[in-house]
């Protein structure tokens, strides 16, 4: 499953767990009570029919799936982790450019820089292009195939164009 899919599935859970939540507060029905359950009833009383200790858990699940929302929001929206240190793609020329592996360089492989990533809670990188600010493929007006971070002095971190070469 790629990083796409786990988002979703991530983003679904949540919900689960916010939708359960909330079913167990409405249809809470009061001790001393027959099974049915005069719906006139505000959410309020029914909250404090409930016993302690299911409310700590009910606002602990609430207070999980709110971090977690924000979470999948924040990657989504920046396509970073929160935390993370170098972001699973780039955007640079109006397209997308995936993350590949880290490789070793020569001291002016990178070229110059293009643009920068940034997104709040990061740490902002440069991308470097070895094509340049005009970067050509040949006589196209395409953009480059590939952009790079520097991670160490011999070391940078490149991002290939979203679906290959091809």
């Known amino acids: ?11 679904l859970v949540l919900v689960c767990i916010v939708v359960a939540c ?13 099974d049915r359950f005069d719906e006139r009833v505000p959410i309020r009383t029914r909250w404090s029919t409930l016993p302690t200790a ?5 606002l602990v699940g609430l207070t999980i799936s709110l971090l977690g929302a924000c979470t999948v929001w924040y990657r989504a929206q920046f396509g970073i982790w929160p935390g993370a240190s170098y972001p ?5 020329c109006a ?3 995936q993350r590949g592996d880290e490789r070793r360089i020569e001291a002016e ?11 709040p809670l990061a740490t902002t990188r440069a ?3 070895p094509d340049g600010p005009g970067g050509r493929v040949g006589d196209s007006a395409t953009c ?7 991670t160490g002095r011999a070391t940078v971190l490149e991002y290939d164009l979203e679906g290959g070469p091809g």
């Open 22 to 34: 909330v079913i167990v507060v409405v249809t809470n029905v009061p001790r001393g009570t027959d």
């Open 144 to 150: 480059t195939m590939a952009v790079y971070i520097r």
């Open 54 to 58: 299911r409310q700590r858990w009910i």
């Open 1 to 11: 499953m790629d990083e796409k899919g786990r988002v979703v599935v991530l983003a």
């Open 88 to 92: 699973s793609e780039v955007a640079y």
């Open 95 to 97: 397209r997308t450019y």
């Open 127 to 129: 991308l470097h292009s």
């Open 109 to 119: 492989v990178p070229g110059p820089i293009v643009a920068h990533f940034s997104a």
